[in-house]
């Protein structure tokens, strides 16, 4: 029995409804594509499957692997978003499965003439594809098609020589979303196992796994590292590129770092992975950094010698690649580090660490551009997400973080010639039982630098200390090695806090601690709603702006 969900704006939408209506259009086009291609089922709807994955959205699965009629895929495509749209649903997610690669683009250009769409992007080494469409042999080519007024990115066999299916990804920037995932052949499955390695939890299985890499990166198609279910052991280890295809790290098991203080002391990494365009780590399988090893060792706050603990997962100069479906566990340092990258997406990652574990961010971004983090749940003993200087274009969402300090930016200004912080949207998150919410932190004295263009919006803050906090005079040693009251030189300007709300554990919950030679100019706090017994309260100094909307604290910017 089909649930009714009740939408945002308060409309139900019964299920059992659009799955009849749209049902009824899929076999009306069936019967006309059968009468229309000599008797046979070119059009035909192999297998629909409906979900409601959460209130306001419905998610479709419609299999036209014999059809080779695009204007009848199309047509139900239409019919069917209609169908959907007529009953109130907010967003639609709909997957098709196609018959080859040219009709999936005359799909998709259909589709964007259709709806007026800004145009299309392709990508694709596929030789025989460039080859129909005119293209050369650029081995990633960029199609673009002009129509109207939105634009639509449209993703077709990212690895050479693709045969059989395709599933192919369109996003609309439209109050409907459509995501199409890919399955692509041409893949060459290298199993650790058959390279040495051994899950016993104890065989270092370092050169094992190295060694595959290595096959799998010079592989010209979609190289597979797969380590399947299992406990391994591995010491450090570099991945390094750049591969020949598209390199495919799978993780199925458990993979657990050193304990042995020799063989961990110093590194930055316990597994990097460098120089890589298009790597893909998923396979549902965990990460066990081992820390409590090493967390006895972490006296950097009062040893200006201490040691130097190892990152879980360094990700460096890697590029339009995808992390997604995995999970990190009590790193030593900092869970995972993404350092000069590019285009590259984080999903469904799960990270834990105690909360008491030091310096354990979950993921840290620095000197990196369009990095995406969706859908993700952190819970460490510091930052959930911490973002350092030269990180532009960086889009959080979906966030469930806690316990740890929250999310923030910084610290900035700790060094010279540090790069600019821009363009940050965090967003549609839930951050919990942490000592900190949204959070901008500089240290005093600085170097110049700056922030702008930074959007925190849609965030619900339960039990937070500093659920909204600036603070430009951050020092975590004591204040006689921070410079005696010496003022920070990171401008902070224009930054957004849009509908953040939820319980304060602290009175003060919104302070805006700016820099004195250097203050916080264009600020916008709007529809802000955090309570605290007996009533929160705001804190502000060097803060200019404006406060709109419902303001609970009242706001003390001017």
């Known amino acids: 029995m089909m649930r009714n969900e009740m939408y945002p704006g308060g409309t139900p939408l ?42 306001g959205r419905i998610r479709c699965y419609v299999d036209f692997t ?43 250009v259909d589709l964007a003439s259709n709806l007026h769409l800004g145009g299309i992007n392709l990508y694709t080494n596929n030789l025989h594809l460039m080859q129909a469409l005119g293209a050369g042999s650029s081995p990633f080519w960029n199609l673009h098609l002009s129509f109207h007024a939105f634009a639509l990115t449209l993703q077709l066999g990212d690895y050479a020589q693709l045969v059989g299916f395709l599933v192919f990804t369109v996003l609309l920037r439209m109050p409907l979303r459509v995501i199409i995932t890919k399955v692509q052949s041409d893949n060459k499955v290298f199993n650790v196992i058959n390279f040495g390695a051994v899950a016993d939890g104890k065989t270092d299985n370092s050169k094992a796994f190295v060694d595959v890499w290595k096959q799998a990166c010079a592989y010209s198609g979609r190289g597979v590292v797969l380590i399947p279910e299992g406990t391994y052991y591995a010491s450090s280890m570099v991945f390094n590129g750049p591969c020949k295809g598209q390199t495919l790290f799978s993780i199925k098991g458990i993979l657990k770092a050193p304990i042995d203080k020799k063989d961990w002391v110093g590194l930055e990494s316990w597994i990097s ?21 090493a967390w006895p060792y972490n006296d950097c706050q009062t040893n200006p010698h201490c040691l130097q603990l190892p990152t879980s997962i360094g990700l460096e100069f890697v590029n339009q690649s995808l992390i997604k479906g995995i999970k990190l566990i009590n790193s030593k340092s900092f869970n995972m580090k993404v350092f000069g990258c590019q285009d590259t997406t984080f999903e469904n990652i799960k990270i834990r660490a105690p909360a008491t574990s030091p310096n354990t961010d979950g ?12 859908s993700s749940n952190i819970a460490t003993g510091d930052d959930c997400v911490s973002i350092g200087p030269g990180t532009d274009n960086l889009l959080v969402s979906g966030l469930t973080c806690g316990p740890g300090h929250g999310v923030s930016i910084g610290s900035l200004g700790k060094y010279p010639n540090e790069a600019d912080v821009t363009n940050l949207v965090i967003q549609n998150c839930n951050i919990s039982g942490t000592s900190n919410g949204v959070r901008i932190k500089t240290w005093a004295p600085s170097p110049p630098s700056n922030v702008y263009n930074v959007t925190f919006e849609n965030i619900g803050m339960n039990n937070v200390d500093n659920p909204i906090i600036i603070d430009q005079q951050y020092c975590p040693f004591e204040t006689k090695k921070c410079g005696n ?17 939820g319980t304060s554990k602290g009175k003060v919950a919104v302070e805006l601690k700016c820099s004195p030679s250097k203050p916080c100019v264009e600020l916008s706090l709007k529809n802000i709603n955090l309570n605290f017994p007996g009533g929160a309260t705001s804190s502000c100094s060097n803060a200019h702006g404006t406060a709109t909307g419902h303001e609970q604290p009242p706001p003390c910017i001017n």
């Open 14 to 55: 019964d299920l059992t409804k659009v799955q009849r209506q749209v049902k009824d259009n899929f076999l009306e086009h069936r019967r006309l594509a059968i009468n229309s291609v000599s008797g046979k089922d070119h059009g035909g709807v192999e297998e629909v499957r409906w979900g409601l994955p959460r209130p």
């Open 66 to 108: 014999k059809s080779k009629d695009v204007g009848a895929v199309a047509t139900v495509f239409f019919d069917s978003i209609g169908s959907v749209m007529a009953f109130g649903a907010k967003k639609v997610v709909v997957s098709f499965v196609l018959h080859g690669e040219l009709e999936a683009l005359r799909f998709g």
């Open 273 to 293: 992975f460098r120089y890589i365009v298009h790597l893909e780590i998923s396979g549902g399988g965990s990460f066990d950094g081992q820390g409590s090893y």
């Open 363 to 374: 993921i840290h971004i620095g000197s990196s551009t369009g990095i995406k983090i969706f």
């Open 485 to 501: 009251g010496a003022s920070s030189q990171v401008q902070i300007r224009k930054v957004k806090f849009n509908n953040i709300y």
